[in-house]
């Protein structure tokens, strides 16, 4: 027959040969065996020692399983900032570099009107110091056009290749050049108060300029005669660098004046006048003589 008692049958489990008998063990009903495995001390056969751990179940549909020994999640008070606190943090933020900004902005606009105002002012110094600066050369160039109309002389300049020589005129005389030497030879200008009369050796003028293209001895020779006949009498005199003879008298027939003959380079100059009506003219003119050896 077949046990169903969760304990062993004793007539199915002989007591081994040699061994003490066993005391039968009494037939308990199951309140009573549930009322022993209750009560019976940790350890035993019976029941596995009690732990604290709670029984498996399954969770409940729709549930998740909580373990006591899981971290627990952070809550609000667990010090980290939530978002309505991040949210002040960032318009702080956003409100400090706004203002920042907006006073940088102000800055930048005042230093630009400053520096607007202080170039202004500079410009308009300038602008007024150019003003005075033009007014006082046009005050000085009227000045010097008045000094040199009331200046009663010209400058007369001979050709280059005969040493440039050049001088000072009455602005009331008039000047004709007859032969320019631009070929060589000779250079012949005349000059005379108003209007320049016809060259000739009759005609008379307040002054003739004569380039020879001769020796200086060979032309002061020409006038040895008339020294020893008393005709002219002889004088030198410094003209610029070198020296100069100066011959007044009867220079030919009608003509007395005055001639000053002196070496440039490898030519003789010559200035004449016709007359001793214009010696004063003549001898400031003498005065201003400059060439270039």
Do not use: C
Request: proline share 7%; aromatic share 8%.
């Amino acid at each position: 027959m077949q046990n169903d008692s969760p304990f062993p049958n004793p007539a199915a489990n002989p007591t081994p040969a040699g061994s003490a008998p066993t005391a039968p063990t009494p037939n308990l009903g199951a309140a009573a065996v549930n009322a022993t495995v209750a009560g019976a001390p940790s350890g035993s056969i019976v029941e596995p020692m009690a732990t604290n751990a709670a029984a498996f179940a399954p969770a409940a549909p729709g549930t998740a399983p909580v373990l006591k020994t899981a971290t627990p999640l952070a809550s609000p008070a667990s010090g980290l900032p939530t978002k309505n606190h991040r949210s002040v943090i960032e318009t702080v933020i956003l409100v400090v570099v706004s203002l920042i900004a907006v006073t940088f902005i102000g800055l930048f606009i005042w230093k630009y009107l400053e520096w607007d105002n202080i170039k202004t002012d500079v410009d308009g110094q300038i602008d007024a110091a150019v003003a005075v600066a033009v007014s006082e050369n046009t005050t000085k160039m009227e000045n010097e056009f008045i000094e040199r109309e009331k200046y009663p002389y010209k400058s007369f300049m001979g050709p280059v290749d005969y040493g440039s020589v050049s001088f000072e005129y009455p602005k009331t005389w008039n000047l004709y050049i007859a032969k320019d030497a631009a070929n060589g030879g000779n250079y012949e200008a005349y000059l005379n108060p108003g209007e320049v009369l016809p060259v000739g050796n009759a005609t008379i003028n307040a002054l003739r300029v004569i380039i020879q293209d001769k020796a200086f001895d060979a032309v002061a020779k020409t006038y040895e005669n008339s020294v020893k006949n008393g005709k002219v009498s002889m004088v030198t005199r410094n003209i610029g660098s070198t020296v100069a003879n100066v011959y007044t008298g009867e220079l030919s027939n009608n003509i007395r004046g005055i001639v000053t003959i002196f070496k440039v380079r490898d030519k003789t100059v010559m200035l004449q006048t016709d007359s001793e009506l214009f010696s004063d003219e003549y001898y400031k003119l003498l005065d201003t003589v400059n060439f270039v050896e």
